[in-house]
């Protein structure tokens, strides 16, 4: 497992209150070679039977040569399930895994109100029935362009991320929300890195 300095509390807490994925067989549908987050990463496309899961493994190989699997990726870990986050409309700072788009139709309202300060993100989770949200930031800020870099690519229209999100104090709608950092620009974090940064 890679980071697993990192993530062996996560994996504790989170094997409390879900259980563990086993099948029968495993079919690979796809494989392809990915740079992430500077990252050299093979994602694995594969899915579980009997129950038709789909899994999607992403692994790196370590200086030794030795595979590793994203455990968080495997699991698609959040730090608060998507739908708890959302009903519990909760202000204190949460880390999600989501997929980042520009905003179709601008919305703007409540705290949220003025266009010209705030710009919003449309932020969803792929393949899912859960509630959208739109994250704001207040347009040119430092966050607001590292944001739209991400979007910046020939022809991109969305970008995983992992993104800190969090409910303005009393909040007036559900599906608006304040984006105040940008843990990772992908869904795999280099644990090292971010160690590096923070010291």
Known sequence: MRAAGYVVEKLRDYYTSNAVRLGEDVIIERVERVVMNGLDLLKIE???????????????????GYLKVDWEVAVDYQEVPWLSFYNEQRSQPTNLR?????????YHNYKFGD???????????PDTDLPKLTGYVKR??????????LLAGESVEKHPAILTVAYPEDPKDPSMVRITDVVSPGW?????SVAHTSE
């Open 46 to 64: 594969a899915t579980i039977l009997p129950q038709k899961e789909v899994l999607e493994l992403m692994i790196e190989r370590n200086a030794r």
């Open 98 to 106: 989501v997929v980042l788009g520009l905003q179709d139709s601008p």
């Open 140 to 149: 040119g800020s430092d966050l607001d362009k590292e944001l739209a870099a």
């Open 115 to 125: 266009p010209v300060k705030f710009r919003g993100y449309r932020l969803w989770y």
């Open 188 to 192: 795999v974090v280099d644990y090292e």
